[in-house]
């Protein structure tokens, strides 16, 4: 694959060009895979909105194209994506379809000029699952197409059986159902599925349908997943997909990646806290991150720091910037008193270097929201969970992770300090989840060493190859 995507004398090299949705949970393993399909010898375009956009300098090799997406609504470039309202979620899923319109044209009019200057050289567009519209120029400009999905296959299994779900009444979830069973798909319970407010049921039910629509029409979809992982979710869509869509389950990316993970932050990494986790012993540090875009009551936080605090474990809480809706870029703020009662005991800092931090020996739990990323980061680095998902697939997720792999456990409810205090030091005690988690690790790191993810990418390269 490596000499044909590169090319001899006779033939030119081929070209991936990649559209990520502009959040880190999405830019991240976008990345990644650019990395992986560079390192087998594709050259590399990757198409960017101004908001949030990847810092060129740091991927010298790669060619970048910027997409204006001015619409009107646009945050505060670099703000990790927080949106100012309660309903993360609602508010999330109607910027991924102003995206969608706001590129439509400039991008139709920046890749037909790209084509007209490198149209042998172009193999095809891997974009993100999110944007349909963009998928959908491409394919009209004669350019074959990809998906990544960002999510777990678990998840695109609610995406592509969402229309029954609202038709059996699980969608949109009634209060006094939300513990039932879902028993077409197991292990989730109706509180699992991608629950939003009433008002957003209609843009996500619109959104749902445009990122199973987006998969069916291409050639494939890739997920950051692997057989160790979710054989059977993986199994399950290859029979429910069309068959001309292809699955490529070529994760754990950030594992084969070559590109370090400071590459694509958004944020500016705190590395201080990798020499503070030095002066730690093994497996005694909680780690605390709920991702890029979960915002926080400030009485939320207060109730996880008395909590932290009470649990007497060591540990290193990530509190982004812009946790607190319209709490500006300060600080946020702790409860008086914490930092004197927790004295030196651990270590808070705006964003961490997370993959590092979660490999580190010292790290012995991480309390997620269980964003898919930091999900299949946890499972690789073997350290268990305990998990407090916010909303859209981290439910989801937080089920795998509690009831299906059994490598962590779910704090249910509103965060109360006595919950959390008691929660984490059951966590720090718990051997059995301990064990469990650590050998789920081992099965990831055979799946990326023994060679099945390897193979697996050799078998996108291929396709991309022959599109
Ligand atoms: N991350 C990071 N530093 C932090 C917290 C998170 O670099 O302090 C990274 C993390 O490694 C992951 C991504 O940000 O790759 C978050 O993605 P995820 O899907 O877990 O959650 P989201 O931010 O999309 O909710």
Known sequence: VEDTATGGDHRRRRRVLFFPLPFQGHINPMFQLAGVLHSRGFAITVFHTHFNAPDASRHPDYHFVPVPDDDGGTPTPGDGGAPPAADTLHVTLERVLAVNRACEAPFRELLAALLEQRRDEVACLVADAHLLTLLDVARELGVPTLVLRTGSAACFRIFMAFPMLCDMGYQPARESELDLPVRELPPYRVRDLLSTSAAGHAVMSEVISRLVKAVATSSGLILNTFDALESAELAS??????????????????????????????????????????????????????????????????????????????????????????????????????????????????????????????????????????????????????????????????RYVADAWRVGVELDGEIERGKVAEAVAAMVMDGGTRRRARELGKRAAESVAGGASGVNVDKLASHIMAL
């Open 237 to 398: 869509l290859r029979r429910d997909l069309p068959a001309a869509v292809q699955v490529f389950d070529v994760g754990p990316l950030h594992k084969l990646s070559p590109s370090p993970a400071t590459s694509t932050s958004l944020l500016r990494q705190d590395r201080r806290c990798l020499d503070w986790l030095d002066t730690q012993a093994p497996a005694s540090v909680l780690y605390v991150s709920f991702g890029s875009l979960a915002s926080m009551s400030a009485t939320d936080i207060a109730e996880a720091a008395w909590g932290i605090a009470d649990s007497d474990v060591p540990f290193l809480w990530v509190l982004r910037p812009a946790i607190v809706p319209g709490s500006g870029a300060g600080a946020p703020p702790l409860p008086d008193g914490f930092l004197a009662a927790v004295d030196g005991r651990g270590v808070v800092v705006g964003w961490a270097p997370q993959e590092e931090v979660l490999e580190h020996a010292a790290v012995g739990a991480f309390w997620t929201h269980c964003g898919w990323n930091s999900t299949v980061e946890a499972v690789c680095a073997g350290v268990p969970m305990l998990c407090r998902p916010w909303f859209g697939d981290q439910m989801g997720n937080a």
